[in-house]
């Protein structure tokens, strides 16, 4: 008597992009990043080497995975979205410290005096 063999169920097959477009699906997040960077306009910022820092320090910017060091000290091209990250960095920092120069020597911002008066006023 012949043996049956059962049939496998065939696996599904990844969905194929549409014309003019790749197929990503086989990409790891990081390669997929990479090529939408590769892909953006390209802008040239500046990072300040800080006080004390060698000329060749970087400084690094990670997407999705995808790890990008720009060079400190040096105009470079980089995409509009690493751009505007480097820059948002920045001006976050710019803000920390500028209030810790606010603060008063208890460590203290106007803002926090100013949050504990509205709260203290709010309980009476």
């Known amino acids: 008597m012949a043996e049956t063999k059962e ?33 953006q306009e ?29 060079r400190k000290g040096t105009y470079v091209h980089v995409a509009k979205q690493v751009a505007e990250i480097i820059m948002e960095s920045q001006q976050m920092t710019n803000e920390a410290i500028q209030n810790y120069f606010l603060m008063d020597s208890n460590g203290r911002s106007k803002a926090m005096k100013d949050k504990d008066v509205k709260v203290t006023s709010d309980n009476e």
């Not at 696996?11 to 549409?18: G, I, L, N, R």
């Not at 060749?56 to 990670?62: C, F, N, P």
């Open 42 to 70: 390209k802008v040239a910022i500046m990072v300040p080497l800080a006080p004390g820092e060698r000329e060749g320090s970087t400084i690094s910017v990670i997407l999705n995975g995808y790890r990008q060091n720009i």
């Open 7 to 39: 049939k496998k169920p065939k696996a599904p097959k990844a969905p194929k992009a549409p014309k003019g477009e790749e197929n990503t699906a086989s990409l790891g997040k990081a390669e997929v990043m990479r090529r939408k960077l590769a892909k």
